[in-house]
């Protein structure tokens, strides 16, 4: 007697992981990155503060074989404290390999395969907003003194104390 066709969940779907695993290894494999986790887990791998400067770029093999070089994309001012983590870097990525892979991390500041490839993320200033102190406040209601509707003066006088808060900080 046959047997039942168990049900499947997925109705003749894949999952977008397993039908680009293939490429990423692949596309990891052609810069030197042998094992991927490296670059999908680098905040895991390095720490979030060194994840939030750096970027893995590139690994690449010497002649002799004795170790590789990983290359790390940055901006000219993180530099400097990449260069002295670079020893801790190398420790959590071989420890990320599981073996003495990576003999030796540069630091660049432009990507080696060129400028479209490994960019660094800028990400803006926290906004702050800037109360206007309490003169900058009064003098505000006090040029809008004269308006009879109630919304109406409130709205000049938030618009003036910001106008003349903005005027206080140019002129400093």
Same mark, same amino acid.
């Given at each position: 007697?046959?047997?039942? =066709?168990?049900? &499947?969940t997925? +109705? *003749? $779907?894949?999952r977008?992981?397993? /039908?680009?695993?293939?490429r990423? =290894?692949?596309a &990891?494999?052609? +810069? *030197? $990155?042998a094992?991927t986790?490296l /670059?999908?887990h680098w905040?895991?791998?390095v720490?979030?503060?060194t994840?939030?400067?750096?970027?893995p770029?590139?690994?690449?093999?010497?002649?002799?074989?004795m170790?590789?070089?990983?290359?790390?994309?940055?901006t000219?001012?993180q530099?400097?404290m990449?260069?002295?983590?670079?020893?801790?870097?190398?420790?959590k990525?071989?420890?990320c390999?599981?073996y003495?892979a990576?003999?030796r991390v540069?630091?660049?500041q432009t990507?080696?395969?060129?400028?479209?490839?490994?960019?660094?993320a800028?990400a803006?200033?926290?906004?702050t907003?800037?109360?206007?102190?309490e003169?900058?406040q009064s003098?505000?209601?006090?040029?809008?003194?004269?308006?009879?509707?109630d919304a109406?003066?409130?709205?000049?006088?938030?618009?003036g104390?910001?106008?003349?808060?903005?005027?206080?900080?140019?002129s400093?």
């Amino acid at each position: 007697m046959k047997q039942p =066709r168990p049900k &499947s969940t997925t +109705r *003749g $779907f894949s999952r977008a992981a397993t /039908l680009m695993q293939t490429r990423i =290894r692949k596309a &990891s494999e052609e +810069r *030197g $990155f042998a094992v991927t986790r490296l /670059l999908t887990h680098w905040t895991e791998v390095v720490g979030e503060a060194t994840a939030k400067i750096a970027t893995p770029v590139n690994v690449s093999y010497g002649k002799g074989g004795m170790g590789a070089t990983l290359t790390l994309l940055t901006t000219g001012a993180q530099a400097p404290m990449l260069e002295m983590q670079k020893e801790q870097i190398r420790e959590k990525v071989n420890a990320c390999y599981g073996y003495r892979a990576i003999a030796r991390v540069r630091v660049t500041q432009t990507a080696p395969t060129g400028f479209s490839d490994g960019r660094v993320a800028f990400a803006p200033a926290p906004k702050t907003k800037n109360t206007p102190s309490e003169a900058v406040q009064s003098a505000a209601r006090d040029l809008s003194e004269g308006i009879e509707s109630d919304a109406l003066r409130t709205a000049l006088a938030a618009l003036g104390a910001n106008v003349l808060s903005k005027n206080d900080t140019r002129s400093r």
